[in-house]
């Protein structure tokens, strides 16, 4: 393997500083956002810091929560990025070593070339057990451990092409700018809140201290700056992805099928487009996954609450008609007495 050849479903060194030179905005009409790898990140929060110190966000305390290594517990108003830490009692192929038996042939996480990096990184390296040196025989990990995985994923905004959030602002603070992202205009927000109860993921939240709703902005100001989002600059093992989105869809369809022939048959793809989530039309932040939604705290049928406005009227109109008829027939039966 050409260890300086670019993978074909992850940006080179080159391409990354191209695209930070060009800048996001070159492209007229083209809609951006993230694809995350779920089977890429390994839990190290640079995501999670590089979006707080670039959007200058408080903290959210300093106590772990309990769930796992999860100290964040949800997406908020000071939470713009997640990293969610799943133990589950589950094998997932590729998980493992050469001294938990791992065969050295079998590699599902290939090596990438992430945004930013020189050279290739990899999660699994091909270690024979005979490099392995240990005071006390270990044996198989396995045997401690049982049936065990790691599942862990860096949850954001999903910016979805029919945003319930934006649908709902009475205001109109919430707009769909020029990249394809939903942006809350902090000095229009009047803090109705009406925003938060229209997201079908929970990500809008209000900041106790002025009653405004914040959430991800696809870091719009880097993007108008030239530079893409700080998340995707920081995440060292490219679990993160920023691009073109039909690049994206194109780039996830390729993992999919490059996961599934190296054993991961559970991997496949959470709003990637209109077909797969009629509910939103699809999302501009989308997934690879490797369980059911839920197990990433991710509703399996996510849809906007306008999308059901047409129905509810039927029914509204449906119960007057109903109501008018009963009505109607308790006056004949009573002239009729």
Not at 134 to 149: N, R
Not at 254 to 277: K, M, N, P, T, W
Request: with cysteine; charged share 20%.
């Amino acid at each position: 393997m050409d260890r300086n050849a670019p993978s074909d479903h992850v940006l080179s060194s080159a391409q990354a500083q191209a695209l930070e030179q060009r800048g996001p905005g070159a492209g007229a009409g083209a809609s951006y956002g993230f694809f995350t790898d779920t089977t890429l990140c390994i839990g190290c929060k640079a995501c999670e810091v590089a979006c707080k110190q670039w959007n200058q966000l408080p903290d959210d305390g300093f106590a772990f929560t309990g769930m796992s290594y999860d100290n964040t517990g949800h997406l908020g108003a000071s939470t713009w990025r997640h990293v969610a830490f799943i133990e589950r009692e589950a094998p997932l192929p590729g998980q493992g070593s050469p001294r938990d038996g791992a065969a050295a042939t079998t590699r599902p996480f290939a090596e990438l070339f992430p945004a930013g990096q020189p050279g290739p990184t990899s999660l699994l390296r091909d270690i024979a057990p005979s490099h392995i040196e240990t005071p006390v025989p270990l044996g198989k990990t396995e045997q401690a451990l049982g049936k065990f995985s790691w599942l862990m994923m860096s949850d954001v905004c999903k910016h979805c092409e029919r945003a319930g959030c934006l649908e709902a602002c009475p205001t109109g603070a919430i707009i769909r700018t020029e990249l394809g992202s939903v942006y809350v205009q902090p000095d229009v927000c009047n803090g109705c809140g009406y925003c938060v109860s229209a997201c079908p993921f929970g990500v809008v939240e209000r900041r106790q201290d002025d009653g405004r709703a914040w959430k991800c902005t696809l870091c719009y100001d880097r993007q108008k700056g030239g530079m893409i989002p700080a998340c995707a600059k920081a995440c060292p093992t490219a679990s993160i992805q920023f691009g073109e989105l039909s690049d994206l869809r194109a780039r996830a369809a390729r993992r999919v099928e490059q996961l599934r022939a190296r054993g991961v048959e559970q991997a496949y793809l959470y709003g990637a487009d209109a077909a797969s989530q009629p509910g939103t039309e699809g999302l501009h932040a989308f997934f690879l996954l490797c369980d059911e939604p839920e197990t990433y705290n991710l509703p399996p049928d996510p849809v906007v609450p306008t999308a059901k406005i047409v129905r509810s009227w039927w029914a509204m109109a449906a119960g007057v008609l109903s109501l008018a008829a009963l009505a109607f027939g308790s006056a004949l039966s009573a002239r009729r007495v």
